[in-house]
């Protein structure tokens, strides 16, 4: 049975369009999950450490029939593939892959996997693109939309592509 997902998309070293594309064929070609929704892509600051390029950012939601420990590595597998480096936490890197969300599930396995994600009613990065694609789904109890209307700020940026843009032909 399928259950449906968010996976945050990001980077901000080298061609990070084309990595999204990417992680998202590799994600949308497998047996066990396929693509439902994405969002734009959104120019972002930084956040943790600040002292770096900007990010390019973006959601996805899939329907899976991967449980939520096994799709966060299919997502850790596909960061390894495309050579993502884990040098420095919050730091430059050419691809990012957050599982956010899964159902509507609430899992804590602490140093692995904590649903919702830990950080997600604070990211305008986050929240802004899943409110695109998903904007009455919960977190904690409040709609995503209402959670990205309140810290909607000039930081986060739509970039304007071609859509559907995760299905260009880049790879």
Not at 44 to 54: K, R
């Amino acid at each position: 049975m399928f259950s449906n997902a968010w996976i945050g998309l990001g980077g901000n070293l080298g061609n990070v369009h084309e990595a999204m594309v990417k992680a998202l064929y590799l994600l949308d070609n497998r047996l066990d999950s396929y693509i439902l929704a994405v969002s734009s892509i959104y120019k972002t600051a930084p956040w943790g450490q600040v002292e770096q390029p900007c990010f390019l950012n973006a959601c996805a939601k899939i329907a899976t029939t991967l449980e939520p420990e096994a799709l966060l590595q299919c997502c850790l597998d596909i960061e390894k593939e495309m050579k993502r480096d884990r040098i420095q936490k919050w730091g430059p890197r050419t691809i990012d892959l957050d599982l956010l969300l899964y159902g509507n599930r609430e899992i804590s396995i602490p140093g692995r996997l904590i649903l919702p994600h830990m950080h997600i009613t604070q990211r305008a990065f986050v929240l802004i693109p899943l409110a695109e694609i998903s904007p009455d789904i919960l977190v904690k109890g409040r709609r995503v939309a209402d959670l990205a209307n309140q810290c909607y700020n000039e930081k986060v940026r739509k970039l304007i592509f071609k859509n559907p843009w995760w299905k260009t032909p880049c790879l």
